[in-house]
């Protein structure tokens, strides 16, 4: 079965955006107060939230055709932008453990869909 | 960055740590992920495409509508546990979303567990324990930057 680029650029697409939807919610989290105004003025919060929400969208949109063995390691590929954008923007330490870590988990989400097709099939 | 202050109090809350509440909240929030998809594909009509009537389709079939739900409760733990600690060590937990929804699929739709996905759900766990690993052996220098 092949996968169609379109799928394997939605997904990646998904990705990338969620990434910085997890940089923005975080962003935004470290800010939340205990009153709603707070909470309503929270822009970071807020952006995190819909971009969160769009990298999913799209996902569905990607998964729908394809090997889920190739497009799921694509969706935990986010965790390594997200690794990088929490250096950068946070200052968090990039250390072997986590590149490891993150290789380990990818590698167990291609096994755990390897030979599964997407939604169609 | 400011140190947000605890949003809830309390004798048996204040016993966890900072970084047990974070992975709690994060793991409880891959498990209402997974229940979530799960509803997601249940209720997903095939011949609908599209963003817009995708979203329409939310409003009007209770799977989906539950579904979407569960995401959203699942998204505000997702912050609450980003509120403390590195982002680059929780993030990944959400991986466990994967096991989760292999687990629900057996139950819920039959599907088979062959040995491999077994092996993939068991390295999945063991990656994300890998993470844990690294923080307790390097105590979190960056927070303290924080």
């Known amino acids: 079965m092949e996968t169609p680029v379109s799928s394997i650029l939605w997904v990646l697409s998904g990705s990338f955006v969620g990434s910085f939807g997890a940089v923005l919610l975080k962003a935004g989290a470290v800010r939340i107060e205990r009153n709603w105004a707070s909470l309503l003025q929270n822009w970071r919060l807020a952006a995190g939230v819909g971009m969160y929400f769009i990298s999913s969208l799209m996902f569905v949109r990607g998964i729908a055709n394809g090997e889920l063995s190739l497009l799921y390691p694509l969706v935990a590929l986010g965790y390594v932008f997200t690794m990088f954008w929490s250096r950068i923007f946070f200052g968090e330490p990039l250390t072997k453990m986590k590149f490891v870590a993150l290789f380990v988990i990818l590698a167990g989400v291609a096994m755990l869909n390897s030979g599964s097709m997407g939604a169609k099939n | ?146």
């Open chain 2, 1 to 146: 960055m400011t140190t947000p202050q605890p949003l809830v109090s309390h004798p048996v809350l204040d016993r966890i740590n900072e970084r047990q509440r974070s992975l709690i909240l994060v793991s409880l929030c891959t498990i209402l992920g997974a229940a979530a998809q799960i509803l997601m594909k249940k209720g997903a009509d095939p011949t609908i495409h599209g963003m817009v009537p995708t979203f329409i389709r939310i409003f009007t079939n209770l799977n989906m509508f539950v579904g979407y739900a569960l995401y959203g409760i699942s998204a505000v733990l997702l912050v609450l546990a980003l509120r403390k600690g590195q982002l680059s060590l929780l993030y990944p937990v959400i991986a466990l979303t994967f096991v989760w929804v292999a687990i629900l699929s057996v139950l819920v739709f039959h599907e088979h567990l062959s040995l491999m996905r077994v092996g993939g759900i068991a390295t999945i766990v063991f990656g994300v324990a890998m993470l844990g690993w690294g923080q307790s052996t390097t105590p979190d220098a960056s927070e303290e930057d924080e």
